[in-house]
């Protein structure tokens, strides 16, 4: 059984840094990809940066320059660092992983029915 605990969340002021953390369990693939969602009220469950066990990246526009998605595969555990947050980045952040790219994949509400999850964390980000 594959799980995902993710800690880090929290709440910070406009500006501040938070690191999210996802501790992956059971995925026994050599191939895969491990993906940051987030999902605000009223919003959907929007893809905000993701990974590859080929090395390749990806982050939402909006994220881009401000978030660094990273791995340490001693620990199986990804990292999410986020810098000059912003009220708009307040949402639960999720983790997911799955062979499958999650590049196109979202929904109206996470977790999406595809690959593996973790539970959610907070973040709020106070102007």
């Known amino acids: 059984e594959v799980q995902l605990v993710e800690s880090g969340g929290g709440s910070v002021q406009a500006g501040g840094s938070l690191r999210l953390s996802c501790t992956v369990s059971?995925?026994?693939?050599?191939?895969?990809?491990m993906a940051w969602y987030r999902q605000a009220p009223g919003d959907e469950c929007m893809l905000i940066s993701s990974?590859?066990?080929?090395?390749?990246?990806y982050y939402r526009d909006s994220v881009k320059g401000r978030f660094t998605i990273s791995q340490d595969n001693a620990k199986n555990t990804f990292y999410l660092q986020m810098d000059s947050l912003k009220p708009e980045d307040s949402a639960v952040y999720y983790c997911?992983?799955?062979?499958?790219?999650?590049?196109?994949?979202?929904?109206?509400?996470?977790?999406?029915?595809?690959?593996?999850w973790g539970q959610g964390t907070q973040v709020t980000v106070s102007s």
């Open positions: 997911a992983t799955e062979r499958r790219t999650f590049r196109g994949v979202y929904g109206p509400h996470c977790p999406l029915a595809f690959g593996d």
């Open positions: 059971g995925f026994t693939s050599d191939d895969w990809n």
């Open positions: 990974i590859s066990s080929g090395g390749s990246t």
